[in-house]
T-cell receptor, first 114, second 116 residues
Framework: DQQVKQNSPSLSVQEGRISILNCDYTNSMFDYFLWYKKYPAEGPTFLISISSIKDKNEDGRFTVFLNKSAKHLSLHIVPSQPGDSAVYFCAPGGSSGSARQLTFGSGTQLTVLP | NAGVMQNPRHLVRRRGQEARLRCSPMKGHSHVYWYRQLPEEGLKFMVYLQKENIIDESGMPKERFSAEFPKEGPSILRIQQVVRGDSAAYFC????WGQGVNTEAFFGQGTRLTVV
């Protein structure tokens, strides 16, 4: 029972272009959504989050969009840089029940080509 | 400002042995979470603990796995009688508040368990 799906296991983008990473979820109890970035042999690091009361949150080159009706969120990175190459995990969470702990997607490996 | 500390970083065990993984949360954090990442998969929630209490262990296998977070000392994830399928990276995360609050959890670097 996959509550969180990141359907693209990998994505390659040219440096300077936009990277768009997608995430779909099924649990309607999720009410906040986090993105984590992970380099090999390291733990995930928090990148950006969005609450369900918003549909967009921006932090520098990173913007997360949330479409609650479609149960879909996306992370945009503009412009992409080689240092952004990592695995990106979508991690929805919530305040009660089955959403109470962060649930991670399977991740998308982003490769930014110089 | 020490982050979440996990040790050991790498652990090799023979089938049937016990594995003990330790996690010291960030200073001031009283909520600890354990996640497991199997090869080619995402992170799977295992257990959520507060000091001396298991809050949610819905992701823990029913047998051989246990976790504790004592009043003093690190949180321990214990795997008895390890099997090859237990080989994975085990990540610990901590947060200052419970996950009923919109806040991120901070992760350690993980313990890579290899069962031979």
């Amino acid at each position: 029972d996959q509550q969180v799906k990141q359907n693209s296991p990998s994505l390659s983008v040219q440096e300077g272009r936009i990277s768009i990473l997608n995430c779909d979820y099924t649990n309607s109890m999720f009410d906040y959504f986090l993105w984590y970035k992970k380099y090999p042999a390291e733990g995930p690091t928090f990148l950006i989050s969005i609450s369900s009361i918003k549909d967009k949150n921006e932090d520098g080159r990173f913007t997360v969009f949330l479409n609650k009706s479609a149960k879909h969120l996306s992370l945009h990175i503009v412009p992409s840089q080689p240092g952004d190459s990592a695995v990106y995990f979508c991690a929805p969470g919530g305040s009660s029940g089955s959403a109470r702990q962060l649930t991670f997607g399977s991740g998308t490996q982003l490769t930014v080509l110089p | 400002n020490a982050g979440v500390m996990q040790n050991p970083r790498h652990l090799v065990r023979r089938r049937g042995q016990e594995a003990r993984l330790r996690c010291s949360p960030m200073k001031g954090h009283s909520h600890v979470y354990w996640y497991r990442q199997l090869p080619e998969e995402g992170l799977k929630f295992m257990v959520y603990l507060q000091k001396e209490n298991i809050i949610d262990e819905s992701g823990m296998p029913k047998e051989r796995f246990s976790a504790e977070f004592p009043k003093e000392g690190p949180s321990i994830l214990r795997i008895q009688q390890v099997v090859r399928g237990d080989s994975a990276a085990y990540f610990c995360a901590s947060s200052p508040w419970g996950q009923g609050v919109n806040t991120e959890a901070f992760f350690g670097q993980g313990t890579r368990l290899t069962v031979v």
